[in-house]
Each structure stands twice: as structure tokens, then as C-alpha cells.
């Protein structure tokens, strides 16, 4: 079902899951040049503020692309110590085209406990969520935004191994969303087997995280528990509401790339994609 309130109703909030550790992030690599702004910032993990084309970071442009789309109310969902990231949006930056909220997630316990936090700034309204650090071509965001109700942008993964910043080995890891005939998602396939994959029709469809949703995705988090790794994901939730709250999340299938932001390796292949495009927030 679509939920409460969300059929024909325009999409204006965003939430955009900006917690990360930064593991991979903090990890020195010989083979990667930066500069000094670059290494300060990577030493901290904080991906999203990596500065990247024009000296701007990263997260400047994964927001103008929210706004681009049609989104002007942005919740960043934080940890408790990043003052950085709140700092820039709510001090140093002039915004015009979006407003920021925060939402603390206090423990790293994974992608439906972030999407918890925000439920205060979502109310009853339907809304996007995305990861910080990725950076989403427009033409998917406004598509979920203009969906009468849920649903999920799939990449094309023939697209994102020759367009992608993202190495071959990774992406070809990555989880597949399985779509019905109505064109709606019927599962997500986490890490599947190179057998599984050799089974399903072509082309296959990659979850990049990238979903528009109603209030309803709030009570299948609350109904989950933790993952084999300890932590509360949201694709578990997905597939809750579609068991049990019997939601619908219409597919749209995108086929262009998703830059990602998770190692220093990242930071110059995506400096050079992003040269160019305009930042506006």
C-alpha cells in the first residue's frame, strides 16, 4: 500500500545518513597524493567534508544535488562529536536553496537506527534518504521524488563498472534488487554468490541506498532486529514493510553511475568527475 498521506503528495525532505566512521577513510595510502586541506580531513574520517572540485566538499555537492531535484528541507543525520559537519551548514556556508536540520544518531548501529533518528524531522511526510557519501545523479532523485509513493532507485550495473568511480571487484559485490512485474521491488539481494548472480535475467539492478519512503518505514524499523553483524539495516526494514505492512516500493531504474566516497583512493577520481558541475545550496 501507499502510505498515509504520501499518495500525490510532493516530496521536500531529504535525509541523508552522515554518521559514517570513516575507517577506510583514516587508513594512510602511500600511492594517494592529496593535499594538505585533503589530508586533514581524511585523518579525521569525516568523508562528507572531503574538499574535492573547486576546494568544495563533498557533501556540498551530494546536497545541490538534493536541491536540483526538488528537495529543500535536508536532515543530516550526525554523530554526537560532528561539530564539523553542523558547524559548516549551520555557520559557514550561505544557504539559499535548503534548509538543514541535525538528527544525532548516538551509536553507529546501523542504516534503520540512522533512519530512526530522523523520524522527528519527517513527521508524517514522505522523503528521500540517501548516503553522504555518495553522490547520486539528479535524474534519480527527482524520479523517486515524483513516485506517488516508496520506492527504490536500482543502477545498472553494467553502467557503474564502466562509469563509476567504484572498483570492478566491489561493485560486482554489490546488492541486487529483484523487481515483479508491476515493476516493484521484491527483494534485495545482499553480497549474492556468483552463482545466484549467473541465474538472474540481465540487466542486473544495484541498490546504491537511494530510496524514497513514507512514515510507515519508521514502524518496520522498530520491528527489526540486529543483522548477523550486530547492527540494524534498513534493507532489513525494507523487506519487513513489504512482508508485513504490505508497502509498495516501485523501481526506478537508472542507468548512470553513483560516485562513492569511501576511501582516500576515491578523492582524486572523483575531484575529476565532479570538476564542472555547479554547486548551489
Not at 513514507?214 to 526494514?237: K, L, M, N, V
Request: aromatic share 6%; proline share 5%.
Amino acid at each position: 500500500m501507499v502510505g498515509e498521506g504520501d499518495q500525490d503528495m510532493a516530496v521536500g525532505k531529504a535525509v541523508v545518513l552522515a554518521r559514517g566512521l570513516g575507517t577506510r577513510m583514516r587508513k594512510a595510502d602511500a600511492s594517494v597524493v592529496l593535499n594538505e586541506e585533503q589530508e586533514k580531513v581524511a585523518q579525521k574520517g569525516i568523508k562528507a567534508l572531503i574538499p574535492v572540485a573547486g576546494g568544495r566538499p563533498f557533501l556540498d555537492y551530494v546536497l545541490s544535488a538534493l536541491a536540483d531535484a526538488g528537495i529543500d528541507k535536508v536532515c543530516l543525520v550526525v554523530a554526537p562529536e560532528h561539530e564539523e559537519l553542523r558547524s559548516r551548514y549551520s555557520r559557514e556556508v550561505r544557504l539559499e536553496r535548503l534548509s538543514i536540520s541535525y538528527a544525532i544518531q548516538e551509536r553507529a548501529l546501523g542504516t534503520a537506527n540512522a533512519v530512526a533518528a530522523a523520524e522527528d524531522f519527517v513527521g508524517n511526510d514522505p522523503f528521500l534518504m540517501v548516503n553522504s557519501d555518495n553522490y547520486y545523479p539528479c535524474e534519480a532523485l527527482t524520479a523517486l521524488r515524483e513516485l506517488p509513493g516508496s520506492g527504490v532507485a536500482l543502477f545498472e550495473q553494467d553502467v557503474m563498472l564502466a562509469e563509476s568511480n567504484i572498483a570492478a571487484e566491489r561493485i560486482l559485490s554489490f546488492a541486487v534488487g529483484l523487481i515483479n512485474g508491476e515493476g516493484c521491488l521484491e527483494r534485495i539481494l545482499e553480497k549474492p554468490t556468483q552463482d545466484v548472480l549467473a541465474k538472474l535475467p540481465r540487466p542486473l539492478w544495484l541498490s546504491m541506498n537511494c530510496w524514497r519512503f513514507s512514515p510507515i518505514i519508521f514502524e518496520a524499523c522498530r520491528r527489526i532486529g540486529p543483522s548477523p553483524r550486530g547492527e540494524y539495516e534498513i534493507t532489513d526494514a525494507v523487506q519487513l514493510a513489504i512482508d508485513q505492512l504490505h508497502e509498495r516500493f516501485q523501481a526506478v531504474c537508472i542507468a548512470k553511475p553513483v560516485y562513492d566516497m569511501t576511501s582516500r583512493a576515491d578523492i582524486p577520481s572523483i575531484a575529476a568527475r565532479l570538476a564542472g558541475i555547479q554547486v548551489r545550496l
